[in-house]
């Protein structure tokens, strides 16, 4: 056997997965058709933001690549929703493409069990009694392997679009994998098709900036890592224009040039982030929309305009770009264009991201129809992590939807489907007061440690802030007064006779209310900040996370009542024929999985109830 | 821009469901004109066609036919026949349950009802429904949510009329749909607050935020409107019950007979003739009333009138109304320690103090103790002690027209969506994932109101309240 693990793809979730699998100790293999774009931000300049950033600080918890490298990377720091409080705020940083890009590969080199290979993948290898066994690369080498990890993202039969030209591939200047596809097609998983776009770039030196509005990050800048302690890179800022009516005659004026619209593509494009020629049909009484202009690094010329992306032909995205505030005069490096792809119905998949048919099989990111770069490493860092405990023959690790986003967003593919590119929201997440950006450390990386996937640099960084929490929570807890004294200071407190510690206090005093406490407590100065915002964040969502407590119980309890994977639903009595082909299709593993399907009545759970109860009785 | 749906994602057609077919008798027990025997889900048509021998009619349409015995014996049709009615189909999904069904509309006679079940029972997969199987099929079809539900069997265990108006008012619709539009407004709400969170506010409407609040309080006072009422509610749901006590031989047994116009209890004219109590049930101003006839209150060395008393003094307490009676012919002292029991120590909250046998003293009633002087033997003033006890009923559980929820599990969630819209407009207005956490918590409550969650115990104790066949 060559490799315990072999990940086929370079893109995020391969890199996540490979480099799991070798913390984990597994013997692994990263093979990509190109080194050189390794970890390459293939859209826009910037990781993180809403329920995203969620995701990349759970991966950091899991010590995974992605935060650990944006942080040698952000030239722009910003929590957004910062006034909209902790459960909803995600933190993004705008990355230096290339220095991202270095990041990622440095890290992987610097992985112990770790082989990087540039090679294109033609075909599985697989043994006589239909079992896979390893990869047959472009040159015919066989390489074997106990398990697969595919994260080969948009490169299944890639079909990029630019007017009415059509060009194979998974991006610019990269072939698509034809090979693969087919492959995969070979093993019977239910393949779909979709599709992605991505904006024009913009030559800087092109652009009159001077006209534009200036949009800085966080003056205060929270690092994506748990680990950083501060931003070493030169941060700049990004820049603002809009659409307009000319704008959009030009674009409405060329709709039947579009490849989206001419009728070209035929793949399903997200909703939430519609092309420009979607914007301007869909919402028509818009006049304007933003257009964020964002640089790709600190010695690039390159601008990433977000928020037009698009599939007209270059004339026509010349045309309308110059009819924006400040682009009067600029030129394209390169072309927008519109990707369409297949990805396989992550139906086909158990929790651990392994394929129902084959269990040595895992898929990560984006073939399994999501979009995103955060997505597809959470996905990768799961995958390589479970591949790995495969090769040892121990239970896989899933992460329920109560422990993480990355659990909601397994969870949701696996049992849900998807039908258009999936994008993580934070109003995926039923449990969103728990499951915060702030508090991932304290959700996962215990769960890592066990598991080896924790480095020991971490693991004595997290042990060392898990003591520093407890012993601000006990010493805000020992200042108890009641609230007669309490108002005596000034902070305002319910006159109902109860005793109440300055940690219960800072429960319900607003950030800026702050100030007031800090002059009065000497304790409050002498706690580290991000400790103190820790203990603070935690203690004002602690009711209402008690609360959920019940529900979470309950969702528990029910995945663990089983149901076969060989019930015939049709058999039980009580179910409609509608509920019968869609759980006889799904074949939930548990009544708490089923009660998540699509269309599946809270009538028929409790039909699943009663017949795993009391599997005699008719209904 | 085409959709490729994966061959999974097609939509899956609705059907009937082929498990057993179900049979029950549906109108009333016993011997009657006309009996109704519906039948439920599986191959109904097949079980018409077998019966009828004749092609099953239209869905909908009343058929007059001859129903035959199942026997495989055709020789001689006229040997077979079971009797010969109305027959109605139904087509699923259209139909009570959802499923396939069948009405049977036959004489109602024993013999009739009995051979025609006998002649179901024979064809396969074809078994008498269980109490309350119809409905239960129709929730799970889908048919009914969980206040339809709860207000059907509140409908036909109807025994008033303000009763009957205030279940159908839950079972056809009124308090479903005003729930179901509350869902959808939660739902529509939830969605909003959402998109603040998710999406960046240049995207939004601005109103937004300022519509969320005015849309939150709006609905708190809709659905705190539908619980205004609800002890009363509550009240008529469950009847009132009305004791009657009093000294012994004052009448109290005659007075209930006068108010159920029926000779319930016995009357004699020797003290201690009531030992046990004696219930009897009438309507009052349309709401169903309880009347509980007790043992005189007296001091007395029978130990089985004893009991009896004892049973009388913790009636008081119970009662939602009391009648206290004593009679001209007692003592003063009586009288005295009568309205000191009912005052200091059964604390009635809504006694009615009587005196009878008035015609003995006609002077009697200058006395200011007693709410109505009567005499039931001349009927003097027995009108205005009826008039006095219509209004308490009325007072006590008579509703406006706004739809009441009536059980107390309704109540509580309710009361819980309520809590959860103030936590929603009461928590700090920057807390964008607390309030959309409270506005969750309130569509998850409706949705477990309409039945969408944790329901089996419910449904277990609800279904079956049931008659058969209902």
Redesign the interface.
């Known amino acids: 056997m060559d490799y315990d693990v072999i990940v086929i793809g370079g893109g995020h979730a391969g890199c996540e997965a490979a480099a799991a699998a070798a913390r984990m100790g597994a013997n692994s293999c990263l093979i990509t058709h190109r080194l050189d774009t390794i970890g390459i931000m293939s859209c826009n300049p910037a990781i993180g933001g809403?329920?995203k950033g969620h995701i990349v600080r759970e991966i950091d918890a899991l010590d995974g690549l992605m935060a650990k490298a944006i942080d040698r990377a952000g030239i722009q720091y910003r929590v957004?929703?910062r006034?909209?409080?902790?459960?909803?705020q995600g933190p993004r940083a705008q990355a230096d493409r290339d220095l991202y890009q270095s990041a990622i590969y440095n890290l992987l080199q610097d992985q112990p069990n770790l082989t990087l290979i540039e090679a294109s993948v033609e075909t599985f290898l697989m043994s006589a009694d239909h079992k896979l066994e390893g990869v047959i690369t472009g040159d015919g080498k066989k390489i074997n392997a106990k398990t697969i990890i595919i994260t080969t993202g948009t490169f299944l039969r890639g079909m990029m679009h630019e007017g009415n030209v059509s060009t194979q591939g998974g991006r610019v200047d990269d072939p698509a994998a034809f090979g693969l596809s087919s492959a995969l097609s070979g093993l019977s998983l239910?393949m779909?098709?979709l599709k992605t776009g991505t904006p024009a770039r913009l030559d800087a030196r092109t652009i009159n900036f001077d006209l534009l509005q200036k949009q800085w990050g966080d003056d205060d800048i929270e690092p994506l890592s748990f680990m950083t302690e501060s931003i070493a890179l030169k941060q700049i800022c990004c820049y603002i224009t809009e659409t307009n009516e000319a704008t959009h005659k030009i674009i409405a004026d060329n709709l039947d040039q579009s490849a989206?619209?001419a009728?070209i593509?035929?793949?399903?494009?997200p909703r939430?982030c519609p092309s420009i020629e979607d914007k301007i049909i869909r919402f028509a009484d818009k006049k304007s929309h933003?257009v964020f202009l964002e640089p790709e690094g600190l010695n690039s010329h390159s601008i990433y305009p977000n928020g037009i992306s698009n599939s007209l032909p270059q004339p026509i995205q010349l045309a309308f770009l110059r009819s924006m505030r400040g682009l009067e005069q600029v030129e394209m490096l390169k072309p927008a264009y519109a990707i369409e792809y297949d990805y396989v119905?992550p139906?086909c998949l158990n929790h651990n991201l392994a394929t129902k048919n084959m269990p040595n099989l895992f898929l990560a990111g984006q073939i399994n129809g999501t979009t995103g770069y955060e997505e597809a490493a959470g996905q990768g860092l799961i995958a390589g992590i479970n591949a790995a405990l495969f090769c040892k023959a121990e239970a896989p690790l899933i992460l329920d939807r109560a422990t993480a986003y990355i659990g909601v967003m397994i969870d949701d593919l696996v049992t849900k489907?998807v039908?258009e590119p999936y994008r993580m929201?934070?109003?995926r997440a039923?449990y969103?007061?728990s499951l915060r950006a702030d508090n991932a450390d304290s959700r996962l990386s215990d769960i890592g440690i066990a598991l080896g996937v924790v480095g020991d640099l971490r693991a004595r960084h997290w042990a060392a802030c898990k003591i520093a929490q407890e012993d601000a929570k006990r010493q805000l807890t020992e200042i108890r007064l009641s609230p007669h004294e309490w108002n005596a200071q000034g902070i305002k407190v319910k006159q109902d006779g109860k005793m109440r510690s300055l940690l219960d206090i800072l429960a319900i005093t607003?950030d800026d209310a702050l100030a007031l406490l800090f002059s009065k407590y000497d304790l409050l100065h002498k706690i580290d900040s991000k400790i103190f915002k820790k203990v603070a964040t935690d203690s004002k969502?602690n009711s209402?996370i008690d609360r959920?407590q019940i529900d979470i119980e309950?969702m528990r309890k029910d995945s663990q009542l089983k149901l076969p994977t060989d019930l015939d639903y049709a058999a039980i009595?009580?179910?409609?024929?509608?509920m019968i082909?869609?759980l006889n299709?799904a074949k939930p593993e548990s009544i708490g999985i089923a009660a998540r399907l699509p269309?599946i009545?809270?009538?028929?759970i409790?039909?699943l109830?009663?017949h795993i109860k009391h599997p005699t009785m008719?209904? | 821009?085409?959709?490729?749906?994966?061959?999974?994602?097609e939509a899956?057609?609705?059907?009937?469901?082929?498990?057993?077919m179900i049979y029950a008798k549906s109108s009333g027990a016993g011997i009657s004109a006309v009996a109704i025997i519906r039948v439920s889900g599986g191959l109904v048509t097949d079980l018409i066609e077998a019966l009828t021998r004749k092609p099953c009619p239209q869905p909908r349409y009343a058929m007059l036919a001859t129903f035959y015995e199942l026997a495989p014996d055709h020789s001689s049709d006229h040997a077979n026949i079971i009797d010969r009615g109305l027959l109605l189909y139904f087509a699923a999904p259209n139909s009570f349950t959802?499923e396939d069904m069948a009405e049977f509309h036959i004489h109602g006679g024993e013999s009739c009802q009995k051979d025609f079940m006998a002649e179901l029972a024979k064809f396969p997969k074809c078994r008498p429904a269980e109490p309350g199987e119809f409905t239960?099929?129709a929730?799970?079809?889908?048919k009914m949510d969980m206040v339809r539900v709860e207000g059907l069997a509140d409908l036909i265990h109807a025994q008033s009329r303000a009763q009957r108006k205030q279940a159908a008012a839950q079972s056809f619709g009124a308090l479903s749909n005003q729930c179901h539009n509350w869902l959808s407004m939660l739902i529509k709400m939830r969605a909003n607050m959402?998109a603040?969170?998710?999406?960046?506010d240049?995207e939004l409407p601005e109103q937004i935020e300022t519509q969320l609040n005015d849309q939150a309080g709006a609905l708190r006072i809709a659905i705190n409107n539908s619980i205004i009422d609800s002890k009363k509610a509550v009240k008529l749901r469950e009847g009132l019950k009305l004791a009657i006590i009093g000294t012994p031989n004052s009448g109290k047994s005659t007075l209930l007979n006068h108010l159920s116009n029926e000779k319930l209890a016995l009357v004699t004219e020797h003290a201690g003739t009531t030992r046990d109590l004696i219930r009897s049930h009438l309507e009052i101003a349309g709401v169903p009333v309880t009347i509980i006839d007790s043992a005189g209150i007296r001091t007395t060395a029978d130990p089985i009138e004893q009991q009896g008393i004892a049973l009388s003094h913790d009636l008081l307490s119970k009662a939602d109304i009391a009648i206290i009676m004593t009679s001209i012919a007692e003592s003063e002292s009586v009288n005295l320690d009568l309205g000191k029991m009912s005052a200091d120590q059964h604390q009635t909250p809504n006694p009615i103090r009587v005196i009878n046998k008035i015609d003995l003293n006609p002077e009697y009633r200058k006395n200011d103790q007693f709410d109505h002087y009567i005499s039931l033997v001349t009927q003097d003033n027995v009108d205005g002690l009826q008039q006095d006890l219509e209004s308490r009923v009325r007072a006590i559980a008579h509703i406006a027209d706004m739809p009441q929820f009536s059980r107390q599990r309704q109540i509580n969630i309710i009361q819980k969506i309520i809590d959860a819209l103030d936590g929603f407009q009461e928590s700090?207005h920057?807390?964008?994932?607390?309030r959309?956490?409270y506005l969750?918590i309130a569509s998850d409550l409706m949705g477990r109101l309409l039945?969408?969650?944790?329901?089996?115990q419910i449904?277990d104790k609800l279904f079956n309240e049931f008659c058969i066949g209902k």
């Open positions: 809403l329920g957004l929703n006034s909209k409080g902790a459960a909803v239910n779909g098709r989206l619209y009728g593509i035929e793949g399903t494009g939430y933003q119905d139906r489907g039908d929201f934070t109003s039923e969103r007061l607003p969502y209402y959920q309950a009595g009580a179910l409609s024929n509608e082909e869609r299709h269309g009545t809270p009538a028929a409790s039909a109830y009663r008719a209904a | 821009m085409e959709n490729t749906p994966l061959p999974s994602q899956v057609k609705a059907g009937p469901v082929h498990h057993d959802g239960k099929r929730f799970w079809n889908g959402e603040l969170i998710d999406f960046s240049e700090a920057d807390d964008y994932g607390v959309a956490e969750r039945g969408r969650i944790d329901i089996e449904l």
